[in-house]
């Protein structure tokens, strides 16, 4: 993905790049996919991954050429892992709308609502800032959740409510 891309390209090599997140939202991934940002580039619209991978075999997104590649939202929440496993992060500058006094949603959210857990993430050498909550992991279900979700190497700051959480399901 690079901004000087086109949706209409293959999106396949960095010759042939697709410009928009929309575009990324619009595919459907096979475990060992690579998902490559251009370094440098900054790109609105919140990544929603719902397709996932394994531990030898994960989906990831990252940057290509010098520097970070900048993934900035929605507005108020950054990458989204929904109801799967298996996704890493790795070299990405996740960019928030907020202030660490004004500051809206989550940076990086692996989340699920099905019942099951999810196993595998790697989250490396990432910078999370300007949300309320950097990255959270949780599950809104009474069972599920996901485990072995590993954060090395980043920095998350100007993140009004923290930098890192986690949260389950109240069952009452």
Excluded: E
Excluded at 25 to 49: E, H, K, Y
Excluded at 89 to 112: M, R
Excluded at 113 to 140: E, K, R
Aim: proline content about 3%.
């Amino acid at each position: 993905v690079a901004a000087a891309g086109s949706d209409s390209n293959s999106g396949t090599d960095p010759s042939t790049p697709w410009q928009t997140i929309t575009q990324v939202n619009a595919q459907s991934f096979n475990p060992g996919d690579t998902i490559l940002v251009n370094g440098g580039d900054s790109f609105s619209g919140r990544l929603i991954v719902t397709s996932g991978g394994t531990f030898l075999h994960p989906i990831t997104f990252g940057s290509y050429g010098t520097g970070q590649a900048t993934l900035t939202g929605n507005g108020t929440s950054g990458p989204k892992v929904y109801n799967c496993g298996g996704v890493d992060f790795v070299g990405l500058t996740i960019n928030g709308s907020g202030s660490s006094l004004t500051a809206g949603g989550t940076g990086l959210y692996y989340d699920t609502d099905d019942g099951h857990t999810y196993s595998w993430g790697i989250v490396f050498n990432c910078t999370i800032t300007n949300f309320s909550n950097g990255a959270m992991v949780g599950a809104d279900a009474a069972t599920g959740g996901f485990s072995n979700i590993t954060i090395s190497n980043c920095s998350m700051y100007g993140n009004q409510g923290g930098g890192f959480g986690s949260y389950g399901s109240q069952s009452i």
